[in-house]
């Protein structure tokens, strides 16, 4: 089942007795995780049997809910420590710094007409924390076939869960097929024997990454004196990235699933499982490997909850492979692919022929057919562009296509 967080801010901040639950969770988690530790255990039924009497003499008065959500955290954090220690760069024992707390559905109550969220913090005692609606909360709000997960409250805002049963993929009419390159995503468009190249340009994302390393770069040389400072001053550097980055994803990735709900496509994306980091100094290589995998999760996700079909495809030999004669070529050549039966063909586009082959030979795209002699070469579809996306406004999708 899909699910989604919705953020909403606080429309008088957090109330003071909401504060003190926050920190009782957060002195309860960092307790349940060190509990956790001693005795070796990391889930949180464990957990519960391990610890809950002895938290109860502790935290008497908080709502027996809260407390069980407490050792999900603590079990989610312990797993995470657990999995770090097994590849061998365990960092020091978890510990939660920050001041949030989850709710499980049934232990917070929520006016969806009004927004308004009754959390209970003891017997007798309760909170209303009252949400700032604009029409992007409103529709989750209003929409009573979205049910309602967890809640996260920060000291600045909640996050709602919306849980719905995902929607049954459609058939196929069509498919669109990409190449994840490191500046765009290059494929085909294929629909009933005519195939079109698609582009959706991404190079912002590169020019980004490419600042902050500099202006991280910058900071490590001017604190060089001071590690704390430098630490914390890259740390929030890093985090800007993210947000940028991410926010040009999920609407690069509208601007796909758009197109492909409007044409009723099935999206054919290669595995990128297989990719191992190449670790070298070379600023791009580094880099570009994140924004490449969270383009694709968030593709999947958004699929999943739209009930768009994403096919995923190995990518070996896809872009050495030659689509009419099926000769695989020795290595990698320059921008364009040729073989020697006389096929030419820019390098990415010809990758995501081969993807989309693949995909069709395993009967993964419907009942598609495809020829690639019907190549339209001539014809480029602009999914996304960069420079329209980034003026479009943040909910809007920007899905409309150009043909040029
Ligand atoms: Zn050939």
């Known amino acids: 089942?899909?699910?989604?967080?919705?953020?909403?801010?606080?429309?008088?901040?957090?109330?003071?007795?909401?504060?003190?639950?926050?920190?009782?969770?957060?002195?309860?988690?960092?307790?349940?995780?060190?509990?956790?530790?001693?005795?070796?255990?990391?889930?949180?039924?464990?957990?519960?049997?391990?610890?809950?009497?002895?938290?109860?003499?502790?935290?008497?008065?908080?709502?027996?809910?809260?407390?069980?959500?407490?050792?999900?955290?603590?079990?989610?954090?312990?797993?995470?420590?657990?999995?770090?220690?097994?590849?061998?760069?365990?960092?020091?024992?978890?510990?939660?710094?920050?001041?949030?707390?989850?709710?499980?559905?049934?232990?917070?109550?929520?006016?969806?007409?009004n927004g308004v969220i009754d959390l209970p913090i003891r017997a007798g005692c309760h909170v209303c924390l009252e949400l700032v609606l604009s029409d992007y909360q409103r529709r989750y709000l209003e929409d009573h076939s979205y049910a309602l997960g967890s809640l996260?409250?920060?000291?600045?805002?909640?996050?709602?869960?919306?849980?719905?049963?995902?929607?049954k993929p459609y058939v196929p009419e069509s498919a669109l097929s990409l190449d994840t390159n490191e500046r765009?995503?290059?494929?085909?468009?294929?629909?009933?024997?005519?195939?079109?190249?698609?582009?959706?340009?991404?190079?912002?994302?590169?020019?980004?990454?490419?600042?902050?390393?500099?202006?991280?770069?910058r900071l490590q040389k001017k604190k060089a004196h001071d590690r704390r400072t430098s630490r914390m001053l890259c740390r929030r550097e890093g985090r800007r990235e993210h947000h940028r980055i991410e926010y040009r994803l999920h609407q690069l990735a509208n601007a796909v699933l758009s197109f492909a709900e409007n044409q009723k496509s099935a999206i054919v994306l290669e595995d990128l499982k297989g990719f191992k980091p190449i670790r070298n100094k070379e600023l791009n290589r580094r880099l570009s490997l994140w924004p490449r995998r969270k383009l694709h999760q968030i593709i999947e996700y958004k699929a999943q909850w739209r009930g768009v079909p994403v096919v995923k495809v190995d990518p070996r030999y896809s872009s050495r492979t030659c689509p009419i004669c099926g000769r695989?070529?020795?290595?990698?050549?320059?921008?364009?692919?040729?073989?020697?039966?006389?096929?030419?063909?820019?390098?990415?586009?010809n990758a995501s022929l081969n993807l989309l082959q693949t995909?069709?030979?395993?009967?993964?795209?419907?009942?598609?057919?495809?020829?690639?002699?019907?190549?339209?070469?001539?014809?480029?579809?602009?999914?996304?562009?960069?420079?329209?996306?980034?003026?479009?406004?943040?909910?809007g999708t920007s899905g409309t296509c150009v043909v040029t």
Not at 152 to 167: L, N, Q, S
Not at 186 to 206: L, N, P
Not at 328 to 349: K, N, P, T, Y
Not at 365 to 378: C, E, S, Y
């Open 1 to 113: 089942m899909p699910v989604k967080g919705v953020v909403f801010c606080l429309e008088d901040g957090l109330p003071i007795e909401a504060r003190f639950l926050l920190e009782d969770f957060r002195l309860a988690v960092n307790n349940a995780i060190r509990a956790g530790l001693q005795a070796r255990v990391t889930s949180r039924n464990a957990l519960t049997r391990l610890a809950y009497k002895d938290f109860r003499k502790e935290y008497p008065k908080m709502y027996a809910q809260h407390l069980v959500s407490a050792f999900e955290v603590a079990g989610s954090a312990l797993k995470n420590h657990r999995r770090r220690v097994r590849k061998g760069n365990a960092g020091r024992v978890p510990y939660i710094r920050r001041l949030f707390m989850k709710a499980e559905n049934q232990a917070y109550k929520l006016d969806r007409a």
């Open 152 to 167: 996260t409250v920060f000291t600045d805002r909640v996050i709602i869960a919306f849980r719905k049963g995902a929607p």
């Open 359 to 395: 995909a069709i030979s395993k009967g993964m795209a419907g009942g598609l057919r495809f020829n690639p002699g019907a190549f339209q070469h001539d014809v480029m579809m602009i999914l996304y562009d960069p420079e329209r996306g980034a003026r479009s406004e943040p909910n």
């Open 184 to 217: 765009s995503l290059d494929g085909v468009f294929a629909k009933g024997g005519d195939v079109k190249t698609v582009k959706a340009e991404f190079s912002d994302i590169a020019t980004i990454q490419q600042r902050h390393h500099d202006r991280r770069k």
């Open 328 to 349: 695989i070529q020795d290595s990698r050549m320059g921008a364009e692919f040729v073989c020697e039966c006389g096929w030419h063909l820019d390098r990415h586009i």
